[in-house]
């Protein structure tokens, strides 16, 4: 492709904004359209970003030649509808974690996007955080020596928007929301080997009067290959967004803190406008983050996304990534339900992770 790739947005609020700033970094790309059925929301998001088209209506802006590629960041029960609509209209497409709610519909997105010939890319941005990206390479030079146990966290106070608590819209609570981002990284970082087996011990502890979803969870993963994985994922956990990974190998140990470790260690008397991601009062101490989504590896992550459809390459994340996470997460929900370890490959006909944990026959 000889020209810039021409982006639309799908999604106006928390993720979008996101997605916006990482593509105004990335010159090879070029955000053409803004698409939200909420009457309102895209004109306003088109004009505070300067995008040229806004849509309430996603077939229109699907029409549109100069989109090549389209980024999903809409609630969780309409990533397959729409991944759908978007193969159907030949563009690529970058759907948000969790890549969907079921195995049936992860096997549609794949097929569709397939029979297409477009690209269907998994976003998860935990592959091109910089301080992960070098973490990895620690375990990939042999520094660490031979893997033993990984581990990865993802804490902060809850969701900002109902569709999250709402485990008919979101599959389920914590343990999907963000163990999906703890399973792809530990896939990542172990070079893909496959899963053997899936225990999980998940509760709602806080917010029962909000969501019948999980607010806590600990999900231990065994890969073929020996190593051990561990995630720890919260909703209840106060003081601002907390993102963190450990390697123990057999020769060494690296400890990688993503937010509050490259922080600016603040305290104030009154309090500050913005610290970081759901952090709550700052009156005290807080931990201020700068380049909070570079620090995230968003703008990598679009920018080598938008290579793969500029230059025809295969992504680092793909569709089939985020069918292997959503068995991890089915088999998670399992283990919970069951108090037993589950082993892989786990095939579950159920219509949300959840059913697996409290809706079970
Ligand atoms: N990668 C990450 O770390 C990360 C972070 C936050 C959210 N997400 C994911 O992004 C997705 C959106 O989350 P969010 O936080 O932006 O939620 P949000 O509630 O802030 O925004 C959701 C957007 O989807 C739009 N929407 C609703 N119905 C739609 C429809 N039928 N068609 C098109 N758009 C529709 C809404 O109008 C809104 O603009 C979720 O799947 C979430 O898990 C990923």
């Given at each position: ?95 948000e974690k969790p890549f969907c709610l079921n195995m049936k519909e992860a096997d549609l997105m794949i097929d569709a996007c397939k029979e297409a010939g477009v690209k269907l890319m ?21 520094a660490l020596g031979k893997p033993i146990l990984l581990k990865q966290s993802e804490k902060h106070d809850g969701p900002h928007a109902p569709h999250f608590w709402d485990v008919e819209r979101s ?191």
């Open positions: 492709m000889d020209k810039k790739v021409g982006i639309g947005l799908i999604g106006s609020q928390f993720i979008a904004s996101i997605h916006v700033d990482s593509f105004k970094k990335i010159k090879d790309a070029e955000v053409v359209a803004v698409m939200s059925p909420t009457p309102g929301n895209a004109k306003k998001f088109a004009e505070t970003h300067q995008i040229p088209n806004h849509f309430t209506k996603l077939d229109d802006m699907l029409a549109m030649d100069k989109i090549d590629m389209v980024v999903l960041g809409a609630p969780n029960f309409l990533h397959c509808e729409i991944t759908l609509k978007v193969a159907k209209a030949g563009k690529h497409i970058v759907v998994y976003g998860e941005e935990l592959c091109f955080a910089p301080k992960y990206v070098r973490l990895k390479s620690l375990l990939d030079e042999g599959g389920g609570g914590v343990s999907m929301d963000m163990g999906c981002h703890a399973f792809q990284f530990f896939r990542w970082l172990n070079g893909n080997n496959p899963v053997k087996s899936v225990y999980a011990q998940m509760s709602t502890t806080v917010h029962n009067h909000k969501t019948k979803g999980d607010d806590n969870g600990i999900i231990i993963l065994e890969f073929e290959n020996g190593v051990t994985a561990m995630a720890e994922e919260s909703w209840t956990k106060l003081g601002g967004m907390d993102d963190r990974a450990e390697i123990h190998g057999a020769e060494g140990v690296a400890y990688a803190d993503l937010l509050q470790g490259n922080s600016i260690q603040t305290y104030s008397n009154k309090g500050i406008g913005y610290a970081v991601e759901k952090a709550g009062n700052t009156i005290g101490w807080s931990y201020t983050m700068f380049e909070e989504n570079w620090n995230y590896g968003f703008p990598q992550e679009m920018e080598h996304f938008v290579d793969c459809v500029k230059n025809d390459k295969e992504p680092l994340v793909t569709g089939e990534d985020g069918r292997a996470v959503m068995e991890i997460i089915f088999a998670a929900y399992e283990s919970a339900g069951t108090g037993k370890k589950v082993e892989l490959p786990f095939r579950s006909d159920a219509a949300k992770p959840y059913d697996l944990w409290k809706n079970r026959d």
